[in-house]
C-alpha cells in the first residue's frame, strides 16, 4: 500500500482523535486523544510538529513531538519529545510507525533540534535509533520506575551531544502530569 506523510491541519483534528482512540482503545483512548488536543492549544509545547500519515486521503496515523527543555541548561538545547504515535490498527506492523518516526526525525533535524526524547515499547524505538536516557544523566519529568528504566529514551540529532548535557526534563504544561509518565 502506498502511505502519504504531511503536516497535520487544524481540520485533521476529528480524524487524528479517531485514530488515537482506535489505536488505544477504550479506555486509554479518550486521556490521549484529550492529550492531544491539549498540547495542540499549548503555547509552551512549541514549537510542535504534527504529522499524519495518509492512505488514499484518509488518515491512517498520527505522531507528535513537542518541545521540551533541560532544566538549568546553559546551552539551551532544543530537545523534543515524541508523544503519541498512533496507527489504526487496520494499518499497524506494515511500517507507517516507522515512516511517520523518520519523517518526524528527518524534519526536527532539519528545524535545529539536538535531542528527541520518547516514553515507550523498549523493544519498539530503538529500532528508530532511541537508545535509554537515564544512563545518559537525561531524566524524565517524572521518576520512572527502575524496571522501566529502558522505556525512557532519547536519541541525538546532532552528533557529540549526548553526554555534553545533563538534567532533568521539563515538558510542555499540558504533559507535565505524573499520569503520563508511567509506563
Ligand atoms: C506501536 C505502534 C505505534 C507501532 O506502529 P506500526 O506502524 O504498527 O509499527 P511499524 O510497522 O513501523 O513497525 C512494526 C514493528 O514494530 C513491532 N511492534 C509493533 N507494536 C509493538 C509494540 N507494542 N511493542 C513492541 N514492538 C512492536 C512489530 O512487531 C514490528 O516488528 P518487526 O519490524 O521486527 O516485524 C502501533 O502499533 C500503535 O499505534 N499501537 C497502539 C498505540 C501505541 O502503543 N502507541 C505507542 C505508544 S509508545
Keep these: 500500500m502506498e502511505f502519504q ?3 497535520s491541519l487544524e481540520s485533521d483534528s476529528k480524524a487524528i482523535r479517531s485514530v488515537v482512540l482506535a489505536a ?3 479506555e486509554e483512548g479518550e486521556e490521549i486523544a484529550d492529550l492531544v488536543a491539549e498540547l495542540d492549544l499549548d503555547p509552551t509545547a512549541e514549537p510542535r510538529l504534527s504529522l499524519v500519515a495518509t492512505n488514499e486521503e484518509t488518515i491512517i496515523g498520527h505522531i507528535l513531538f513537542t518541545a521540551v527543555k533541560i532544566e538549568a541548561d546553559p546551552n539551551q538545547t532544543p530537545c523534543s519529545i515524541l508523544a503519541p504515535l498512533a496507527i489504526h490498527p487496520e494499518y499497524q506492523k506494515q511500517g507507517v ?3 511517520l518516526i523518520h519523517e518526524g526525525l528527518k524534519q526536527l533535524q532539519e528545524s535545529g533540534v539536538d535531542l528527541v526524547f520518547v516514553l515507550g515499547h523498549p523493544s519498539y524505538y530503538p529500532k528508530f535509533g532511541f537508545t535509554p536516557s537515564g544512563y545518559r544523566g537525561l531524566d524524565a ?3 520512572i520506575l527502575p524496571k522501566n528504566a529502558e522505556a525512557w529514551m532519547v536519541q541525538e540529532l546532532r552528533p557529540g551531544i549526548l553526554g555534553s548535557v545533563r538534567g532533568t ?3 510542555a504544561t499540558a504533559l507535565d502530569d505524573a499520569r503520563y509518565w508511567v509506563e
Excluded: D
Design 5 to 7: 506523510i504531511r503536516e
Design 97 to 99: 510507525g516507522g515512516l
Design 169 to 171: 526534563l521539563i515538558c
Design 141 to 143: 519529568p517524572y521518576p
Design 24 to 26: 488505544f482503545g477504550p
